[in-house]
Nanobody, 118 residues
Framework: VQLQASGGGLVQPGGSLRLSCAAS??????MGWFRQAPGKEPEFAAA???????YYADSVKGRFTISRDNAKNTVLLQMNSLKPEDTSVYYC???????????????WGQGTLVTVSS
């Protein structure tokens, strides 16, 4: 099983980016995104169930949208109205149960850096 994340980059405040995570090997009940800012602990950003139920951290609610294509085994994170405090390495994760903590997720992709700066 592999998770391949892509889509990070440098964007100005107020801009948008879309992250993608492609899973190979199997389909997961839950896929999500965590992020880790420099010098901080990792934090939950968003998750989505196989059936399409979505879950967001308060800090991204209303600005980020998570979606998935089960046929392609891919999860997307559309990030709008980006703020400097969104600067982080973003990691996709996949697992059997929903969790706002990292532990229960079985598989992780490599991180992709998002930098929000003017």
């Amino acid at each position: 099983v592999q998770l391949q994340a892509s889509g990070g980059g440098l964007v100005q405040p107020g801009g948008s980016l879309r992250l993608s995570c492609a899973a190979s090997g199997r389909t997961f009940n839950y896929m999500g995104w965590f992020r880790q800012a420099p010098g901080k602990e990792p934090e939950f950003a968003a998750a989505i169930s196989r059936g399409g139920s979505t879950y967001y951290a308060d800090s991204v609610k209303g600005r980020f949208t998570i979606s998935r294509d089960n046929a392609k085994n891919t999860v997307l994170l559309q990030m709008n109205s980006l703020k400097p405090e969104d600067t982080s390495v973003y990691y996709c994760a996949a697992g059997r149960i929903l969790s706002y903590n990292q532990g229960p997720y079985d598989y992780w992709g490599q991180g992709t850096l998002v930098t929000v700066s003017s």
